[in-house]
């Protein structure tokens, strides 16, 4: 499959949960997120530690306890307005055997698992070509926020 790696380039709260920009320096694009998902997503680029572990944070804790990490994750289908996702995780055991699991996940755990764990995150290239060029809606928020700040 063809994939065109990407970053979260802004992680913006909304009226109804969180917007997060994706993309590379040619174009960017939005998923919107569950509001907690996107402020875990948010903390985690900030480097903001929480009080008590979150979910994403149990979640790293179990992988690193059973010698796994997220090796990538992959935003790998759009239908309609629903994303699709792929978290590629990766575990050795005792004896140095390596083990590649392939889950089916939310894009939105995917990102803050990704964040969290600083893998690598990939659309596929069908995602890339279908979404809408949001790149000149960032930057006149960055605009917008220089002017007020």
């Known amino acids: 499959m063809d994939v065109i790696p990407v970053g979260i380039k802004a992680v913006v709260p909304t009226a109804t949960g969180t917007a997060v920009f994706l993309g590379d320096e040619e ?3 939005v998923i919107h997120v569950d509001p907690l998902v996107g402020s875990a997503i948010g903390n985690q680029l900030a ?3 929480t009080e ?3 979910t994403h944070d149990l979640m790293g804790m179990f992988l690193a306890a059973l010698g796994g990490k997220v090796e990538r994750v992959l935003i790998n289908d759009l239908k309609g307005a629903t994303y699709y996702g792929r978290m590629i995780v990766t575990a050795e055991n ?3 055997q390596r083990k590649v699991i392939e889950l089916d996940a939310r894009p939105s755990d995917c990102l803050a698992m990704a964040t ?3 893998a690598p995150i990939f659309v596929s290239r069908q995602v890339w070509d279908e979404v809408e060029d949001m790149s000149e809606v960032l930057r006149k928020m960055g605009e917008e926020g220089k002017d007020e700040g």
């Open 27 to 29: 174009k960017v694009f």
């Open 47 to 49: 480097g903001t530690k």
């Open 52 to 54: 008590r572990p979150l």
């Open 94 to 96: 005792e004896l140095q």
């Open 116 to 118: 969290q764990q600083k």
